[in-house]
């Protein structure tokens, strides 16, 4: 195992420092892609806002809910899994992060559900888009950013699932140390910002007009 | 040695699952505007803890927040210089 940095590093600390800023840099770039989504939502919910309003009632809240709380604690367990792989108990570890990706996969089940409810109720831009009274122009926009960000999203989630997966095998076999950790702990920045980026996603797309 | 999940890491995921309760129980109530500051300001505080602690923002040095923040900085940019064009249109939305 790498126990001895790679040739360009003067030793494992540094190595773990530039893995640590490579992927806040990646993360950055993906905090402008998901915000450019996120500013096209804000313009037109500033422009329709009871369209918004009545089209965001008609989302899954249920599920929606389920499935926040679902990434939240694959994210704990990620977290978890991380510190474990400081302590040398990679093989924990393993099945922490094995888990985190279980949960991600039961967390797109429930989104393919959710699309699947959806397609019946007419309401996917594009396939036989009904949405009856005024608001059916602004209701279009609505979910039409509702199925690019949660798509999005969910590829993004996709990802992380074979992330998380590798991850655990490598831990499993031993792969990380207390010493060497850097894929598990930069893999696990990525798996949280996955979240992060839900947790806007939830506030934006499944709460606004309930309470009227 | 000990497998048992630190403190830190347990208190904040009950603390996002409680935040997550508390966001939907407050949708649900007629507070006008407020709803989606509520909202906002909720799942603002959900991503500095996942930040802070899952990401364990609060134990790095200034230049990885730096590089953490530098995303957000010129998201913000980018938020206000769009938001203060749409906001002075003088035909929006169009009719």
């Known amino acids: ?212 | 040695m000990t497998w048992y999940p630190p403190r830190t890491l347990v208190l904040s995921w009950f603390g996002l699952l409680a935040l997550l309760g508390l966001t939907v129980f407050a949708a649900y109530q007629p507070l006008g505007t407020f709803n989606t500051v509520v909202a906002l300001a909720i799942a603002t505080g959900k991503a500095l803890l996942i930040a802070a602690i899952f990401m364990e923002l609060r134990q790095r040095n200034g230049l990885v927040i730096a590089f953490a923040g530098a995303g957000f900085f010129w998201l913000s940019i980018m938020l206000w210089l769009a938001s203060s064009d749409y906001a002075t249109r003088a035909n929006f939305p169009p009719t």
Not at chain 1, 42 to 60: I, K, L, M, N, W
Not at chain 1, 96 to 105: I, K, R
Request: net charge neutral; charged share 10%; aromatic share 16%.
């Open chain 1, 1 to 212: 195992m790498p126990e001895t940095p790679a040739f360009q590093f003067v030793d494992l600390r540094q190595q773990h420092a530039v893995a640590q800023l490579g992927m806040w840099t990646f993360l950055a770039t993906e905090v402008l892609f998901f915000g450019n989504l996120i500013l096209a939502y804000c313009v037109y919910r500033s422009a329709y806002p009871d369209g918004f309003a009545e089209a965001a009632r008609h989302t899954q809240i249920a599920i929606g809910t389920a499935n926040t709380a679902i990434l939240l604690t694959s994210s704990f367990l990620v977290a978890w899994a991380v510190a474990l792989v400081r302590l040398n108990a990679g093989r924990i570890a393993a099945i922490l992060f094995a888990g985190a990706a279980a949960l991600a996969c039961i967390f797109l089940l429930l989104k393919g559900l959710e699309y699947r409810i959806e397609y019946t109720e007419h309401l996917v831009p594009g396939f036989f888009f009904t949405f009856g009274g005024p608001n059916q122009t602004s209701a279009w926009l609505f979910f039409s950013f509702y199925f690019v960000a949660t798509g999005v999203h969910a590829l993004h989630v996709g990802i992380g699932i074979v992330v998380l997966v590798v991850i655990a095998l490598k831990a499993r076999c031993g792969a990380y140390s207390a010493r060497y950790h850097a894929p598990a702990s930069v893999a696990g920045l990525y798996w949280h910002f996955v979240d992060l980026i839900w947790v806007f996603l939830f506030a934006l797309i499944y709460l606004p007009g309930r309470a009227s």
